[in-house]
């Protein structure tokens, strides 16, 4: 005769979709639950999740995790968590929680500049994985980048550093994007900025303009500080911690004719890049 599970089934289990991920969040086991793990078991568009080898997507000891690498297109998971005790006991599955990612502007939307792929990698661009050792021989006076003219692999780094940065001249860096427009949009159009990887502490942050005039501060995430000499964020095991910044850009800022959007990074370490772009909206 088998005997019921001691362990309780964890509650709260709850998802918030983001752009690219999916972060899961739930109650953690009393103090008297000597929890060894939480396993968490996922599955794509259905409408549920068998517990078995095969939908198991992790197993951590915090009551959260953060599903990752989802790419730019909305999609739907659903999920269960099971604890696991310190004597190897497993809970019966949560209740289930079902949760859709957040769809990118760069899938959405129209693309009017782009540097680079939205696709986890940053593999791409100049002096990546591992050059950060050239960049101040190779790109002296940071980056100026003219979309549609210069080559992704030579123009662009695929770090950006900064004032923390020792091996960059502990100075500030500019990153420009130029672009041609044949008219003002006539609805605004939204930024995309993907990373492969930050610096962990500091990530710091970087001025935002266009065409002169200063739009926000752009505030990085923490990463992995590995993105320096790893550039494959979707290779099985990555240590890279990719983050995603998204935000709309007025159309009053754009002319007709070339335009520039900078990014000056002034305080922190470096950024890794996997691409930036700047997309009008669907059906504009």
Known sequence: ???????????????????ARIVLDWTPEPWETVV???????????DDVEVEPGTLLTKTVYPHFVHRGLGGASERWVYRVVTVD????????????????RESVSVSGS?????????GKGLEFALSPAGSSQYNAT????????YGTDVVGTGWSYLQPGPADSWAGRRNHLFRLRFELDEVPAHDVDLALWLID??????????LTVNGTSVDRLTFEGGATKGSTQGDSTVPGSPLKPSYLERPLAAGLFVAGENTLELFKDDGSWI?????????????
Do not use: C, W
């Open 139 to 146: 790109f002296p006076n940071g980056v100026d980048f003219s």
């Open 36 to 46: 060894d793990h939480y396993a968490v078991y996922g599955t794509r568009d259905a």
């Open 198 to 207: 930050s610096h962990a502490s500091i990530p710091g942050s970087a001025v």
């Open 1 to 19: 005769m088998t005997t019921a599970s001691k362990v309780r089934p964890i509650t709260g289990l709850q998802g918030e979709g983001k752009l």
């Open 111 to 119: 693309p009017l500049a782009v540097v680079g792929e939205f696709d």
């Open 272 to 284: 890794a890049y996997d691409a930036i772009g700047v997309f009008a909206r669907a059906g504009h």
């Open 86 to 101: 310190a004597a190897g006991s497993r809970s019966r599955p949560s209740t289930l929680v079902a949760v859709t990612s």
